[in-house]
């Protein structure tokens, strides 16, 4: 039997690594960790075999076998990227594009499903900022340290950055189809985090998986991505047990800027947060 595929994807600082480290707990998840280029893999097939000329003509001759073609082929490289792990009940694959190009995913491998880790949007800034603190002499990728710490938020959330992209891809969810929302589940940094165990045991659950008890003080630590390309303004650390960061101090006129510009946001998933 194929593995079911399970993608990650969801706002940076949110807890995506603390999440892989803890689905791959589970005897029957084989998970990684670190963000993988499969996504990124796929949509670049996508737009380079759009753009062929050859194959614009193959579609104009035969549209029906060659867009059949095209499909076995881009399943072909989305199963076959994990064919050494067929033994696999759950294949978790972790990449920020997932929900961005989830109807992509769900044509390729109609089974699949996606975790999307959020959290309080002034603590995702106040992680950023805490980490920005202390590689000062650093910049972003975007060059943001030259900004004041209001404009730097400012530019974090724009639309088309670090926190702001994948926050619109959460917002799109909201027009799809009630078939497609069943496919997603929402998980809370602060719940997993926190009750960890409790935690994993719904989304196993939710997974189909076996019960399986995780031990918050004892975690396998594995290899994890390369904070360099993040210019080690995102760190990706894992540590062998959970631990509940402390909370950040946010500015009270960042705190604002953040709520009224994403006000659905704290309706739909924090609406206990009251807007200071």
């Not at 340290?145 to 404009?151: E, K, M, Q, T």
Request: charged share 25%; net charge negative.
């Amino acid at each position: 039997m194929k593995p079911r595929f399970v993608g990650v994807a969801g706002l940076p600082r949110s807890g995506s690594t603390l999440l892989c480290q803890l689905l791959a707990e589970h005897p029957d998840v084989y998970c990684e960790g670190h963000s993988s280029p499969l996504c990124n893999s796929l949509l670049t097939l996508r737009r380079g075999i759009s753009d062929d000329p050859f194959m614009l003509a193959q579609l104009d001759s035969q549209f029906t076998t060659s867009y059949g073609h095209l499909k076995t082929g881009m399943q072909g490289l989305l199963r076959g990227w994990y064919a050494d792990q067929m033994d696999a009940g759950v294949v978790v694959d972790k990449s920020r594009g997932w929900l961005q190009c989830l109807d992509l995913l769900l044509e390729l491998a109609p089974e699949a499903r996606l975790l999307v880790p959020i959290r309080e949007l002034g603590q995702i800034y106040g992680s950023i900022e805490s980490q920005h603190q202390k590689t000062v002499l650093l910049d972003f990728i975007d060059h943001f340290a030259d900004l004041d710490r209001f404009n730097r938020a400012d530019q974090l959330f724009a639309p088309s950055k670090a926190v702001g992209a994948p926050l619109q891809s959460i917002l799109a969810v909201q027009d799809f189809p009630q078939s497609i929302k069943d496919r997603l589940y929402f998980v809370k940094f602060e719940d997993l985090s926190l009750h960890p165990q409790d935690t994993m045991e719904k989304l196993y659950q939710w997974l189909g998986l076996s019960a399986h008890s995780v031990d918050p003080d004892r975690l396998n630590v594995r290899p994890h991505e390369s904070d360099s390309y993040y210019r080690h303004k995102f760190l990706h650390a894992q540590r062998d047990r959970v631990i509940v960061p402390a909370r950040h101090d946010v500015p009270l006129r960042v705190q604002e800027l953040i709520h009224k510009a994403f006000a659905w946001y704290y309706d739909w998933f924090y609406p206990e947060f009251r807007r200071p």
